[in-house]
């Protein structure tokens, strides 16, 4: 059958060797949808971003480009604003008419962590062409927060596509007219639209802005970081919250979704011109997520925003994003939330994990 591949089909492609690495992989890389990707033994420090090209490897690239070598066993931190590449430990040898699409982790993205997959040859980044045999690396650019990083920490994770798998429009509707996947009236155009929540109690919590100046995150701490020292909490006025250039945001989707056993779905920007922000779309969200089979009753959809150029004012309601739903090749043998556990099944505005 076509679609993404599921967990029990990814222990199979480890099995045959189309996945492979020095350090053998483990079962918890294997999650309902994708496979988590670990970082290697050093990293680059580089001039500036890249992509590699036809008839070009990343190795070649780093010749022209790395300033210096970094060894990571020891710990290692990535400093804010600069750009890093990171050998992966795993590679890949895809059987032809499987094709690939990676993604950051949830909250990797929700520490403004840029990091985007390169291949050798590639002309796109977190995409990996039919047949691909190869290693593969991370781009990471920490934009908010410094980090300290170790080998084998997994910043990134990789889903395996065969055929085509995203839903039309009424498909999609057909979907909801069966799962109710948002908890109210659905937009579906293109996907599955979603819109901002900045309308709580009065003075109420709608969201947290990322301080400029602040210590180090180390990854590996969960729970470990007081929110007040990296984060400012913020209030809306009358609906309305105005974005500050260069600032980064977390806030909430107002529904709530639900991703069916049977399918997954990957978190996209709105298609129309919306304003000078962007929500950053570091988001896989797996089957099971806000499902009641998977202990769910609907989950909403953290935003990781960021304001450009000028101050925008946000509104209440405002469509900010879309959800584009994949089918799975088959039911995944264990789903988010249920077999996996989950730091953020039924959540609301939530910030990452590493935050008490």
């Known amino acids: 059958m076509t679609g993404l591949l599921p967990s029990q089909d990814l222990r199979r492609l480890i099995e045959r060797g189309a996945v492979s690495a020095d350090t053998p992989l483990t079962p918890r ?19 500036a971003s890249f992509l590699t090209g036809h008839a070009h490897s990343v190795a070649d690239r780093l010749a022209e480009f790395s300033m210096h070598e970094i060894d990571l066993r020891p710990g290692a931190v990535l400093e804010k604003g600069c750009v890093y590449v990171v ?41 990996v062409a039919d047949g691909y045999d190869g290693p593969l690396y991370a781009e990471i650019c920490p934009r908010s927060f410094s980090v300290l990083v170790r080998p084998g920490m997994t910043l990134n994770q990789i889903r395996f596509r065969d055929g085509h798998a995203a839903l039309d429009d009424a498909a999609l509707a057909e979907l909801h007219a069966g799962e109710s996947l948002v908890d109210g009236p659905p937009h579906i155009d293109q996907g599955l639209g979603f819109s901002v929540d900045l309308d709580p109690a009065p003075g109420g919590l709608v969201g947290y802005r990322a301080k400029p100046h602040t210590g180090v995150i180390d990854l590996d701490r969960i729970g470990h970081y007081r929110t007040a020292e990296f984060w400012d909490a913020l209030a809306a006025d009358r609906g309305r919250l105005i974005l500050d250039p260069g600032a980064f945001y977390i806030l909430v989707s107002r529904e709530a979704v639900t991703i069916p056993p049977a399918y997954a779905a990957e978190m996209a920007p709105y298609l129309a011109l919306v304003g000078e922000f962007r929500v950053h779309y570091a988001g896989f969200f797996d089957p099971g997520f806000g499902h009641v089979s998977a202990g769910g009753g609907g989950a909403r959809g953290v935003l990781e925003v960021r304001c450009h150029e000028a101050p925008f004012a946000l509104e209440h309601g405002q469509i900010v994003g879309r959800l584009i739903y994949e089918r799975m090749a088959e039911v995944p043998d264990q789903l988010y939330g249920r077999e996996i556990a989950s730091n953020y099944q039924g959540q609301g505005l939530k910030l990452a994990k590493q935050f008490a």
């Not at 890389?29 to 680059?44: H, T």
């Not at 008419?97 to 997959?117: E, I, P």
Request: charged share 30%.
């Open 29 to 47: 890389q294997v999650q309902p949808a994708s496979l988590d990707l670990r970082l290697g033994l050093r990293a680059y420090r580089v001039r």
């Open 87 to 127: 050998p992966l430990m795993e590679r890949l040898r895809l059987p032809a008419g499987l094709r690939a699409v990676a993604n950051a982790k949830s909250s990797t993205g929700r520490l403004d962590l840029l990091t985007r997959m390169i291949t050798d040859g590639g002309t796109e980044f977190d995409r």
